[in-house]
Antibody, heavy 126, light 106 residues
Framework: QLRLQESGPGLVKPSETLSLTCSVSGGSISGTNYYWDWVRQPPGKGPQFIGSVFHNGDNFYNPSLKGRVVISVDTSKNQFSLNLTSVTAADTAVYYC??????????????????WGPGTHVTVSS | DIVLTQSPATLSVSPGEGATLTCRASQTVDRQLAWYRQRPGQAPRLLIYDASVRATGVPARFSGSGSGTEFTLTIGSLQSEDSAIYYCHQYNNWPTFGQGTKVEIK
């Protein structure tokens, strides 16, 4: 059974970079037809899509995050990572990693997220 | 961005009763819509995708319908473990989620 687990600091200072890692077990990131995703959920709100990475490093990001996001993959460790720069209090949220099936080639298209990791809470505060 | 509006915000039902949750999209999403259940302190769990397809392991009392801009999630014979927040999610364009419907079991 595929399992995803987020890890990283629970507290980040304003203007600094938020860095999280998602470790995948029970299956391989390599050679599969899935995108690996980051989704966050601010307190009391619905989830918000951050971005996705494929095992070959292809990625795409939610335009609303305005160039602050980088998602990378390390197939040797079966992990993928999120870096979010210049954080503010508005970036305080539970951050989830997830997976979705790739159904398009050469164009960006999206699918439902399944499964999700349990999530990790990140607070942005000085 | 496509805005998803869920109603009602809160629903209180007795065990064994049914519930109908609605999700309206600000523009068509065809049938590219999923429903998730999120229990307190847990991650969302996929229930329905492509508007009406039950995910693996999801009980038959969960059903989804709709297309275009209006969708419903119907839960038959509610049980205590169904107390949660339910979110819709469209993936026809950049993914967006609704604000959720909280289902309370009396």
């Amino acid at each position: 059974q595929l399992r995803l687990q987020e890890s990283g600091p629970g507290l980040v200072k304003p203007s600094e970079t938020l860095s999280l890692t998602c470790s995948v077990s029970g299956g391989s990131i390599s050679g599969t037809n899935y995108y690996w995703d980051w989704v966050r959920q601010p307190p009391g709100k619905g989830p918000q899509f951050i971005g996705s990475v494929f095992h070959n490093g292809d990625n795409f990001y939610n335009p609303s995050l305005k160039g602050r996001v980088v998602i990378s993959v390390d197939t040797s460790k079966n992990q993928f990572s999120l870096n979010l720069t210049s954080v503010t209090a508005a970036d305080t949220a539970v951050y989830y990693c997830a997976r979705h099936l790739r159904t398009c080639v050469n164009v960006i298209c999206h699918k439902f997220f399944d499964p999700w990791g349990p999530g990790t809470h990140v607070t942005v505060s000085s | 961005d496509i805005v998803l509006t869920q109603s009602p915000a809160t629903l209180s039902v007795s065990p064994g009763e049914g519930a109908t949750l609605t999700c309206r999209a600000s523009q068509t999403v065809d049938r590219q819509l999923a429903w998730y259940r999120q229990r307190p302190g847990q991650a969302p769990r996929l229930l329905i995708y492509d508007a009406s397809v039950r995910a693996t392991g999801v009980p038959a009392r969960f059903s989804g319908s709709g297309s275009g801009t209006e969708f419903t999630l119907t839960i038959g014979s509610l049980q205590s473990e169904d107390s949660a927040i339910y979110y819709c999610h469209q993936y026809n364009n950049w993914p967006t989620f609704g604000q959720g419907t909280k289902v309370e079991i009396k």
